[in-house]
């Protein structure tokens, strides 16, 4: 009998999240967090970091933020509940325009599961030169390779 598969979390602007979760994506885990985070204008970077990698308690939340504000991380607060710690993801989809705000959380991200993708939004077309995830898949590649 197959085990049950690993969810996909989605942090994005609004209209992302909307569609990922009209698509049937949205899911609480045993502790009823959520797997996705709406970024309103207002949220904090810190905010975005603490979603992305400590504190899985955020998901699912609409939060007001300051994009330009950035606090350290709390890593004291790590748990089973967060978003890279959840062993019930295995994907996170993330607006790049966003991840640019965290790139330095997504750069320290070396494991494979669960994958980082980045995807466009509605007013931010994807920028292949901006995807770290797609910068360290060509290294892995020569010339020859791609041919």
């Known amino acids: 009998m197959a085990g049950r598969g690993k969810l996909i979390a989605v942090i994005g602007d609004e ?3 909307t569609g990922f979760l009209l698509g049937g994506i ?5 502790n009823r967090h959520p797997n996705f985070l709406v970024v309103e204008k207002d949220t904090t970077i810190n905010e975005i970091e603490d979603t992305f990698r400590s504190l899985g308690s955020l998901l699912g939340s609409v939060v007001e ?3 330009n504000e950035h606090d350290p991380p709390l890593w004291d607060e790590i748990d ?4 890279l710690h959840r062993d019930d993801i295995g994907i996170i989809l993330i607006n790049q325009y966003i991840a ?3 790139r330095h959380a997504l750069d320290a991200h070396q494991h494979s ?3 980082v993708l980045e995807i466009p939004s509605k007013e931010h077309p994807y920028d292949a030169a901006k995807d770290s ?5 060509r290294g892995m590649f ?3 390779d791609l041919r």
């Open 65 to 67: 933020a300051k994009p």
């Open 113 to 115: 599961i669960p994958a």
């Open 100 to 102: 640019e705000m965290v």
């Open 15 to 17: 209209d992302t999240v």
């Open 26 to 30: 949205g899911e609480l885990n045993k």
């Open 142 to 144: 020569t010339a020859e």
């Open 80 to 83: 089973s509940t967060q978003f």
């Open 133 to 137: 995830i797609l910068r360290r898949a």
